[in-house]
């Protein structure tokens, strides 16, 4: 089944302390997207990646790193959480010149 | 740059009513249009899409029609169910090129349906 995995899909943290949100897409995508969502203020693209080694900031990308050492994976690393990154974030995947984007499930993110 | 506008809601509606949530949008180039929708503590669902002008696209009842002269993109459904209630999404993408999948979203309407 195609699918974007994320991992945590929960998760309540303190300020400061690093933290990784995982994403794996199945389907040989070569773009993925990490967006955030913010109540009446839609979802924001936070960085983006065209394919391996390839990553660029999106529209909010302060307090957020990426990498994409592999073309499945993209995972999402706040170094120093704070408060103000509590959301609710979502990885994407999409084919080169395509226009279908497939998202995952969400991961709901409190920093305390 | 590209942008999404959606009416401001929520939008509260008894069920068998009709629903229009209105979206127009501003984009460089030719964007493909999307409707998506997120059901409470769920993630993001694609409704329906169109990637030309004149396209309609639908699914589930919902019907939107790309309307390049007004660009707009408004959702359409004729009667709603209880089980419509969810917040929706329009957005918009540059297929191709520079767009690198991104996506430009609105900011979301809440709508509750009331048996």
Known sequence: ?112 | GNSVTQMEGPVTLSEEAFLTINCTYTATGYPSLFWYVQYPGEGLQLLLKATKADDKGSNKGFEATYRKETTSFHLEKGSVQVSDSAVYFCALTLAGGTSYGKLTFGQGTILTVHP
Not at chain 1, 9 to 35: A, D, F, P
């Open chain 1, 1 to 112: 089944e195609a699918q974007v995995t994320q991992n945590p899909r929960y998760l309540i943290t303190v300020t400061g302390k690093k933290l990784t949100v995982t994403c794996s897409q199945n389907m040989n995508h070569e773009y993925m997207s990490w967006y955030r969502q913010d109540p009446g203020l839609g979802l924001r693209q936070i960085y983006y990646s065209m394919n391996v080694e390839v990553t660029d900031k999106g529209d909010v990308p302060e307090g957020y790193k990426v990498s994409r050492k592999e073309k499945r994976n993209f995972p999402l690393i706040l170094e120093s959480p704070s408060p103000n990154q509590t959301s609710l974030y979502f990885c994407a995947s999409s084919p080169a010149g395509g226009n279908t984007i497939y998202f995952g499930e969400g991961s709901w993110l409190t920093v305390v």
